[in-house]
């Protein structure tokens, strides 16, 4: 029966009653997205999985606080990216790194792996002033590989408001990287 009923409807129906009944039905439907989605953005199987484990803890203590102002998969992404982004973020400031005496770190970077590097900096600044639903779009699309139909009807939307959304977001990312890169 659980099958039948949306995300939406079963956390209306189970989450008072049987929230563990609620919330395992959701992770069984949800737990290798998330994970792909750790794993896209982290490259880390270990880290993946550290973090999917963390956003379910996450999503179960703020499934109450669920409104339904978006389908709950597009909440739970968000959830999702966000938390990967900010540990990533986390990871970089305080990550240190014990070099051997006897080895040679003092690699010249060429002006091509240099620019590269600024390339993707800006384009991910850009990314990052998205609104949450043009991120959880594009990531959904470009990353989990889904398409234009699966997003029209997870969203349900037409086909054609899919692209036009898509078209958007890419060409805000273009005049944010565009405008980063000229300052």
């Avoid at 739970?76 to 990216?81: D, E, F, N, V």
């Avoid at 991910?124 to 009807?153: N, W």
Wanted: charged letters at 30%; hydrophobic letters at 35%.
């Amino acid at each position: 029966m659980t099958k039948l009923l949306s995300d939406e409807e079963m956390i209306r129906v189970y989450l008072p009653s049987q929230p563990t009944h609620c919330f395992e039905t959701l992770y069984n439907r949800y737990v290798n997205k998330v994970y792909r989605r750790c794993l896209s953005l982290t490259q880390d199987s270990v880290k993946a999985e550290d973090f999917t484990h963390d956003i379910f803890l996450k999503v179960f203590d703020k499934l109450s606080a669920f409104q339904e102002r978006a389908r709950f998969s597009t909440w739970l992404y968000s959830i999702a990216y966000n938390y990967c982004l900010d540990q990533l973020r986390l990871a970089k400031r305080i990550n240190t790194i014990t070099l051997g005496e006897s080895s040679e770190y003092d690699l010249p970077e060429t002006d091509e792996t240099s620019l590269r590097d600024e390339a993707i900096q800006l384009v991910q600044q850009a990314v990052e002033r998205l609104s949450p639903e043009e991120t959880t779009l594009l990531r959904l699309k470009y990353e989990d590989g889904m398409s234009i139909d699966e997003l029209a009807t997870l969203y349900n939307i037409k086909a054609s408001t899919v692209k036009m959304r898509l078209k958007r977001s890419r060409d805000r990312i273009y005049r944010l990287y565009e405008k980063q890169h000229s300052s």
